[in-house]
T-cell receptor, first 115, second 113 residues
Framework: DVKVTQSSRYLVKRTGEKVFLECVQD?????MFWYRQDPGLGLRLIYF???????EKGDIPEGYSVSREKKERFSLILESASTNQTSMYLC??????????????FGPGTRLLVL | DAKTTQPTSMDCAEGRAANLPCNHS???????VYWYRQIHSQGPQYIIH???NNETNEMASLIITEDRKSSTLILPHATLRDTAVYYC??????????????FGPGTSLSVIP
C-alpha cells in the first residue's frame, strides 16, 4: 500500500513564527503536492513538485515556500506564520501512469492553528 | 474552474446501495473520471477511476454513460463507515506539463442506521 505520512497531525504556532510541515512518501512517486483545505473553499493547491529540486506554484503560493531535496520528501514552509494560514494542510503524491491517468494519494493532514 | 457538478448532500440507509451522480459535460479526449472520498478529519482517499467502460473494485463500481457526460459511483452495501464527502474529479488542462486536478465541493453522503 502507498503510504504518505505527515510530520504532525496537530500544530499550534504563534504569529510570525517559521513553520515547517514535512511530508514523506514511500512509493518512489515523482509528483508531490501541498494543499490547504478550508470550510467552503475545498482543496486548494499551494505548490507541487514533479521532480527533486523542481517546484511549481499552485493557486495560492503567497506566504509559502517549499523544498524538495530528496524524492521521497516534500516540505512546506511558512516563513512568517499569520492567522489566515490557520487551516488543514494536506500532502499528496502521485505518479503519472499515462495521459490523463494519475492517482493522487493523500496523507492524513496537519491541522495548523496560528495564534 | 469546476468541471464537475454533484449534489451537495445525500442520505442512504445502511445496507442499501448508495448511488452518487456526477455531471462532467465538458469532459473531453482522454480525460479520466476519478472518484475520491474524504472521511471527516482525514485526507482524501482514492476510490476508483475510469475512461469509458464501467469499472469495479473492492470498494465501489463506476458507471460512465456512453456519451461520457456523466457518471455514477455505486457503493453496493453502504455502511456507517462510508459516511464521507465524495469527490468526482476530472482534470483541468493546463499550459504547463502538469494537468491540475480540481476538487469541487463534492457530495456529503450520510449513511443512516
Amino acid at each position: 500500500d502507498v503510504k504518505v505520512t505527515q510530520s504532525s497531525r496537530y500544530l499550534v504556532k504563534r504569529t510570525g513564527e517559521k513553520v515547517f510541515l514535512e511530508c514523506v512518501q514511500d512509493m518512489d512517486h515523482e509528483n508531490m503536492f501541498w494543499y490547504r483545505q478550508d470550510p467552503g473553499l475545498g482543496l486548494r493547491l499551494i505548490y507541487f513538485s514533479y521532480d527533486v529540486k523542481m517546484k511549481e506554484k499552485g493557486d495560492i503560493p503567497e506566504g509559502y515556500s517549499v523544498s524538495r531535496e530528496k524524492k521521497e520528501r516534500f516540505s512546506l514552509i511558512l516563513e512568517s506564520a499569520s492567522t489566515n494560514q490557520t487551516s488543514m494542510y494536506l500532502c499528496a503524491s502521485s505518479w503519472v501512469i499515462g495521459p490523463g491517468r494519475e492517482t493522487q494519494y493523500f496523507g492524513p493532514g496537519t491541522r495548523l492553528l496560528v495564534l | 474552474d469546476a468541471k464537475t457538478t454533484q449534489p451537495t448532500s445525500m442520505d442512504c440507509a445502511e445496507g442499501r446501495a448508495a448511488n452518487l451522480p456526477c455531471n462532467h459535460s465538458t469532459i473531453s479526449g482522454n480525460e479520466y473520471v476519478y472518484w475520491y472520498r474524504q472521511i471527516h478529519s482525514q485526507g482524501p482517499q482514492y476510490i476508483i477511476h475510469g475512461l469509458k467502460n464501467n469499472e469495479t473494485n473492492e470498494m465501489a463500481s463506476l458507471i460512465i454513460t456512453e456519451d461520457r457526460k456523466s457518471s455514477t459511483l455505486i457503493l453496493p452495501h453502504a455502511t456507517l463507515r462510508d459516511t464521507a464527502v465524495y469527490y468526482c474529479i476530472v482534470r483541468l488542462r493546463m499550459k504547463t506539463s502538469y494537468d491540475k486536478v480540481i476538487f469541487g465541493p463534492g457530495t456529503s453522503l450520510s449513511v443512516i442506521p
